[in-house]
């Protein structure tokens, strides 16, 4: 009987210190996460676009900043730093909360902070791995590590649904600093592992040396940047974040107009969106997380990524018939649950043959201002759709050409990945 995950000997190790930062990490998120879903539904539907804008700005302040940091530092402290602020800024809103400064402005600013923090903890974990992991590994231990992301994300909505009631929303917040700092202790179990085994020396037959793994990059802050534009492949994983993020904002907006004016209260909004978050994480793990390494290697990774593309084209256009809360929820379950458990580790392979720089600043870019750039531009074309009167069904099949495009740019880049793998590999090996 073929076992879920391919795991070879010297992995078992790391492989489950990663799944263990992965599942701290998302449940501290998803602790997070419907509290800043609530508080963007009470500062106003119409208001979301600024507050999208306003996280757009705020990563174009970060990204040149870490970048300036991993240029500087090396991988074994760089980390550490980036998830320590991050705890230092958790602690802060913790006592804020507690002393009820400001609530409206407060609010506001803790809906951006969650959207920036969201992405750059996830982009540094992942920029971790694929550092750390040859490309073969990557497409058989990935699956693995990212279900460890869906059971944390499953336990995150747990707590909130468990918790709010007992320990109020600011004590969520403490508890979601100690989950980040659980994080980053195994994070760092996940560097040592590097360093005892000589996986550097696996990832030098890739095309750097074991000295690299762990030296700080050098460069400048905005160099991941240049990069992405310099180099078409790049540039065409930019352009899926790009497409992929267009067609999740457009249904957010849907979904979040409909919940306003459900005329829910505040608490009962707060546990549908955990119970959302819920339903999507446990399809997540129970659909495809532990099979995705066998999905990349059976079906190929061009499959893997063209997944949830396919999916937009066909479920904007099916749900434009049926526009109503539960068929829109259902859909954005069922898109982002097959994002955790099968796109988004296939799309991490792509990183695996490209060098150290682009690995953490260009991903980092690409991640986090692109990201939330589309995030921006999505949420500005919805209020313009609306303001045309498009309507919710309107604006659902608009989006349906996105899907199409991210079908054809997916497979090229599977196709890119495997030249650049092979012209990577050494001599005599498959």
């Not at 400064?101 to 969201?118: H, I, T």
């Not at 390494?293 to 256009?317: C, K």
């Not at 829109?328 to 069922?334: G, I, V, W």
Request: glycine share 10%.
């Amino acid at each position: 009987m073929a076992r879920p995950v391919d795991v070879r000997p010297g992995e078992g190790a790391a492989a489950a210190w990663a799944f263990t930062s992965f599942f701290l990490l998302l449940a501290g998120y998803y602790v997070l996460r419907s509290l800043r879903e609530e508080m963007g539904i009470r500062g106003g539907v119409d208001n979301l676009p600024w507050n999208f804008t306003a996280t757009f700005g705020l990563m174009l302040v970060a990204v040149p900043i870490y970048s300036r940091l991993v240029a500087r530092v090396p991988r074994a402290r760089a980390v550490p730093i980036v998830y320590r602020f991050f705890l230092a800024t958790l602690l802060g809103f913790w006592v804020l909360l507690r002393a009820g400064v400001s609530p409206a402005p407060l609010a506001r600013a803790f809906f951006v902070w969650v959207s920036v923090y969201g992405l750059f903890v996830v982009s540094v974990f992942w920029s971790l791995l694929v550092d750390l992991f040859t490309s073969g590994q990557g497409k058989r231990l990935f699956g693995f590590v990212a279900a460890g992301g869906s059971a944390g994300a499953i336990a995150g909505p747990l707590c909130v649904e468990l918790l709010v009631g007992r320990i109020g929303v600011a004590n969520l917040v403490l508890v979601s600093a100690v989950l980040l700092e659980l994080s980053t202790r195994s994070m760092l179990r996940i560097i040592g592992w590097s360093h005892r085994t000589g996986a550097a020396e696996a990832r030098g037959a890739e095309g750097r040396s074991p000295e690299e793994a762990g030296a700080a990059l050098g460069g400048g802050a905005w160099s991941g940047v240049a990069l992405v534009f310099r180099d078409r492949y790049l540039l065409a994983i930019a352009a899926q974040t790009l497409l992929f993020t267009l067609g999740s904002t457009l249904l957010y907006f849907q979904v979040a107009h409909l919940v306003a004016g459900s005329g829910l209260d505040s608490v009962s909004r707060t546990r549908l969106f955990a119970r959302v978050d819920l339903a999507v994480n446990v399809a997540a793990l129970l659909t495809g997380s532990l099979a995705t390494g066998r999905i990349v290697t059976s079906l190929g990774l061009g499959a893997a990524l063209a997944l949830v593309p396919a999916l937009t084209a066909a479920g904007f256009a099916l749900a434009a018939g049926w526009p109503t809360f539960w068929v829109l929820a259902s859909f954005q379950a069922l898109r982002r649950a097959a994002s955790y458990a099968v796109e988004r580790p296939a799309r991490e392979v792509l990183y695996t043959v490209v060098t150290r720089e682009e690995r953490y600043k260009s991903k980092a870019f690409v991640d986090t201002v692109v990201y939330r750039a589309g995030d921006a531009g999505s949420a500005w074309l919805a209020r313009g759709l609306a303001a045309m009167g498009a309507g919710v069904a309107g604006s659902l099949i608009a989006a349906v050409p996105v899907g199409i495009l991210g079908v054809g740019l997916a497979l090229w880049l599977a196709r890119e990945e495997r030249s650049r793998e092979r012209r990577a590999a050494p001599e005599g090996v498959p």
